[in-house]
């Protein structure tokens, strides 16, 4: 969903946190990573204040939970108003899923906050609760499990490169988002616009 129908921005939360620590925001940038604790915490693996205290240790926080959490939530800018607007144009003809690499906090923040977003597909797929993230190979065959639709037959999005790579090699077409125009011409190349 982030960075294809949601516009998202890391940087924020670091500028969030800026006044928790005495790193830079530069210093700050090279530490944080998505690193094992990051997936582990998008796989439903460890909990919100497990990888709260990850990042505490990892950039030198001195903040509370809820403070760091309100900067974990601080990534969430905008909807992506065209991609949207495209896949609510085409879901009445084509199932729509998505399929979002997220932790319980994130998704708690952005089902509040872009109720347009989530309501313009059949079903949203959360990586926290399959227990599966892209681009493991696992995670796409579930998604086309769940969804009784093979996976050669599937057309997925995402603004990941190595995303898109992990699609590609489970059998999906796959299309690398660097804008909504890409949502746009990969829709309209297969006569859904």
Known sequence: M???VIEIDFDHALHSWDQW????????RDRFKMDEAYERHERGEIEASEYF??????LELEASDSEIESGWN?????????????IRAVNNDLPCFAFTNSNPTHQTSWMSAFPRVVESFHKIFVSSELGLRKPERKAFKAISDATGISLD??????????????AQAAGMHAVHVKGHTDVEQALSKIGAL
């Open 53 to 58: 205290t990850h990042l505490r240790n990892v």
């Open 153 to 166: 037959a599937m057309l997925f999005f995402d603004d990941t490169e190595e995303n898109v790579k992990g």
């Open 74 to 86: 601080a990534i969430f800018l905008d909807e992506i108003v065209e991609s949207v607007n495209y």
């Open 2 to 4: 982030g960075g294809v």
């Open 21 to 28: 620590t005495l790193l830079s925001i530069e210093e700050m």
